[in-house]
């Protein structure tokens, strides 16, 4: 299953951020390894151990969300599943994601994840709050059954981080609480905003998406200079400047946001500044899994890219377009290439982000 499915496909339709040209074998290939992680159970990231006793089954302590090596993996890959089967018409795959999701989503299943957090309020900040409110979007954007039923099932869970998250990462009123994490993976604060902002969006929560705007402008809005040339710091998975500008794009009018990008960048066609337009070169050593993130920041760079080239494109035009444009192709070449993965380290997750850089436009990640 490593074979590269898009070799054939024309850039202009992976960018385009609409599905309508999927394939059924496309379909079938998108849902493979979320379909499969779902259900796996080990290996699995245990944590922190406080005793000897201490050490319960991922499948005891969260049985709608128990595989994919940890938690919020497992929730992506359920929305991605979900989004598959809201988007595609006949999916290939129907029949199993249906057996697979209704035997975890019940009522005492979800019962005890809600039971989890209200132990352990911070498990999963931001980032696995952030794909949870994408997987309850999802189910509310989804109008054909089973939707209704997995929505009222989840509901107490989405309760329990929407109140998480307005009262742990909206409220800014004690230390690390009043400045965003500005970091390449699980714990930045952009990315988890734009994914509430989308959901407040969809499920209309007027009270939810003011206060994440005002959080968005008063941690970014007064960025500049943004040092892009560090990046990536590590083993990223997503930029944090262009997570950062994907975010903005949507708290702006895009003649705003264009005067925003041109202070928050230095002169990105300059060197050593124009590194962060292109993809990043991977590790191809098999003992290096977490190299295997790369290829994600390549798939979500193109996602930003693309998104805040034509947020300035329809500014009335910008001299970023098309640089940007012509990266985010680039990057998605680069992520697409090499994302579909046997291994482990990177199928448990990376089909979630090629999905969402190819549905981007297709309802639940705004703008839309």
């Given at each position: 299953?490593?074979?590269?499915?898009?070799?054939?496909?024309?850039?202009?339709?992976?960018?385009?951020?609409?599905?309508?040209?999927f394939?059924?074998d496309l379909?079938?290939?998108?849902?493979?390894?979320?379909?499969?992680?779902?259900?796996?159970?080990?290996?699995?990231?245990?944590?922190?151990?406080?005793?000897?006793?201490?050490?319960?089954?991922?499948?005891?302590?969260?049985?709608?969300?128990?595989?994919?090596?940890?938690w919020?993996?497992?929730?992506?890959?359920?929305?991605?599943?979900?989004?598959?089967l809201?988007?595609?018409d006949?999916?290939?795959?129907?029949?199993?994601?249906?057996?697979?999701?209704?035997?975890?989503?019940?009522?005492?299943?979800?019962?005890?994840?809600?039971?989890?957090?209200?132990?352990?309020?911070?498990?999963?900040?931001?980032?696995?709050?952030?794909?949870?409110?994408?997987?309850?979007?999802?189910?509310?954007?989804?109008?054909?059954?089973?939707?209704?039923e997995?929505?009222?099932?989840?509901?107490?869970?989405?309760?329990?981080?929407?109140?998480?998250?307005?009262?742990e990462?909206?409220?800014?009123?004690?230390?690390?609480?009043?400045?965003?994490?500005?970091?390449?993976?699980?714990?930045?604060t952009?990315?988890?905003?734009?994914?509430?902002?989308?959901?407040?969006?969809?499920v209309?929560?007027?009270?939810?998406?003011?206060?994440?705007?005002?959080?968005?402008?008063?941690?970014?809005?007064?960025?500049?200079?943004?040092?892009?040339?560090?990046?990536?710091?590590?083993?990223?998975?997503?930029?944090?400047?262009?997570?950062?500008?994907?975010?903005?794009?949507?708290?702006?009018?895009?003649?705003?946001?264009?005067?925003w990008?041109?202070?928050?960048f230095?002169?990105?066609?300059?060197?050593?500044?124009?590194?962060?337009?292109?993809?990043?070169?991977?590790?191809?050593?098999p003992?290096?899994?977490?190299?295997?993130?790369?290829?994600g920041?390549?798939?979500?760079?193109?996602?930003?890219?693309?998104?805040?080239?034509?947020?300035l494109?329809?500014?009335?035009?910008?001299?970023?377009?098309?640089?940007?444009?012509?990266s985010?192709?680039r990057?998605?070449?680069?992520?697409?290439?090499?994302?579909?993965t046997?291994?482990?380290?990177?199928?448990h997750?990376?089909?979630?982000?090629?999905?969402?850089?190819?549905?981007?436009?297709?309802?639940?990640?705004?703008?839309?």
């Amino acid at each position: 299953m490593t074979m590269n499915p898009f070799d054939t496909v024309d850039e202009s339709l992976i960018l385009r951020g609409e599905s309508d040209w999927f394939t059924p074998d496309l379909a079938e290939r998108l849902a493979f390894h979320p379909l499969e992680c779902v259900d796996t159970e080990f290996p699995h990231y245990v944590r922190s151990i406080d005793s000897p006793d201490g050490v319960v089954r991922p499948r005891e302590r969260h049985p709608v969300f128990f595989g994919c090596y940890d938690w919020h993996s497992a929730v992506h890959s359920h929305w991605a599943l979900i989004r598959q089967l809201r988007l595609f018409d006949d999916h290939p795959g129907e029949s199993q994601i249906l057996e697979s999701i209704d035997g975890r989503l019940t009522p005492e299943n979800v019962r005890r994840e809600v039971d989890h957090f209200e132990e352990n309020p911070s498990f999963e900040k931001p980032y696995g709050w952030a794909w949870l409110l994408r997987l309850a979007a999802e189910l509310h954007l989804w109008e054909e059954e089973p939707a209704d039923e997995w929505r009222a099932t989840l509901e107490p869970l989405e309760e329990t981080i929407r109140d998480l998250v307005r009262s742990e990462l909206l409220t800014r009123d004690r230390p690390l609480r009043d400045r965003p994490f500005r970091v390449g993976t699980h714990g930045n604060t952009a990315f988890a905003l734009a994914a509430v902002l989308d959901y407040a969006t969809v499920v209309s929560d007027r009270s939810l998406e003011s206060t994440t705007v005002e959080t968005t402008r008063e941690f970014f809005g007064d960025d500049r200079e943004y040092p892009v040339e560090y990046e990536p710091l590590g083993w990223d998975f997503i930029s944090p400047a262009l997570t950062e500008a994907d975010l903005m794009r949507r708290v702006y009018d895009p003649e705003p946001f264009a005067a925003w990008l041109e202070e928050f960048f230095p002169d990105v066609t300059e060197a050593p500044f124009d590194a962060i337009l292109e993809p990043v070169q991977v590790n191809s050593d098999p003992d290096e899994e977490l190299a295997l993130h790369l290829v994600g920041l390549n798939v979500s760079k193109a996602w930003c890219l693309a998104g805040i080239a034509s947020t300035l494109d329809a500014s009335g035009g910008h001299r970023y377009v098309e640089p940007f444009s012509e990266s985010a192709k680039r990057h998605a070449n680069a992520g697409l290439e090499a994302a579909f993965t046997d291994d482990y380290a990177g199928s448990h997750w990376l089909s979630s982000f090629v999905l969402y850089l190819l549905t981007r436009n297709d309802g639940g990640i705004a703008p839309d």
